[in-house]
């Protein structure tokens, strides 16, 4: 193999950020439908990864069930790393776009077979997932420590519950904790919704490196302010609800905002000009 064909597997082809579509106000509705409709098409495999993502942040409510602060640090962490949880309902939707079938191959061949579309294991293109993971949980882990130690420093009194929370905290009229504690997270949530709203769905489908994913999604955000903040204000109340149902909810709600998610990436994002990761990984299988 030639230096310049080896080094074409090494980095993306371009480094230049793709187009990004104006879209109307109203159109994240859309994407809930289409997600909803995927859902149904995947079945059983698109609920299951729901009832994973469930089970898990019931696990973290029974670890922390005495630490309120943990708690609601490590459920609004866990949310944050979602995006990358939901690679595989990505991979779904893309397969059923495409019309090809949807099964559990589709799921493991997502996580399994990144390292087929690269020659360079040691390129930094090999490792953008992992890359964005670990920015996605350092985040988190930053909210865990900056909620429990507002909570804990700052609240009238010791909060070990659900109802202390609630009673000391939320309902505390002569006190502004909850308003700082609201304010804090929404200043830490919005670039993390920025960095990550197409980037996930970017990595999978396209050739791209880490940097170009992100700042392609912060360029979605900033060409359609409205949109996206409609699209970030159903995505928090969805999640709401479901935490609100004890986590039962998320069972449809986080298939439905994962699918969605793809049709986000889908319509905001022209991709025409970015190689495919599937070419370069059937080309790295041969």
Known sequence: MSIPAAMSHATPASHSLPPVRRLDVLHPLRWLALG?????????ISFAHG???SLFGALI???????????????????????????????????????????WPVVVRTWLSWQRSHQDK??????????????????ATGWVLTS????????PVPIH??????RHVVLDDGGWLFEAWLALG???????????????????????????AVLTSWQCVLVNPLPMALWAGLIMGFTLLGLASLLLGLIAVMPMLGH???????????????????AAAREGAR
């Open 61 to 103: 409510m029974l670890v922390a069930r005495d630490r309120f602060w943990l708690m609601a640090g490590a459920l609004s962490g866990f949310m944050v790393v979602a995006p990358v949880l939901a690679t595989s309902l990505y991979a779904l939707s893309r397969a059923i776009e495409r019309g090809e079938p949807t099964g």
């Open 186 to 212: 929404g200043l830490m949530a919005a670039p993390i919704f920025a960095s990550s709203v197409v980037a996930m769905p970017l990595l999978l489908d396209r050739r791209v490196g880490l940097r170009q």
């Open 122 to 139: 040691l390129g930094n293109d090999y490792w953008c997932l992992v890359q964005f993971g670990s920015l996605l949980a350092l985040a």
């Open 161 to 166: 519950t659900p109802l202390d929370f609630v």
């Open 260 to 278: 969605a998610s793809w049709h986000a990436y889908r319509d905001l994002v022209d991709v025409s000009g970015l190689p495919s990761r599937d």
């Open 36 to 44: 909803w409709r995927d859902m149904a098409r995947a079945g059983v």
């Open 51 to 53: 009832l994973a993502l």
């Open 148 to 155: 429990a130690a507002l909570i804990t420093l700052l609240a």
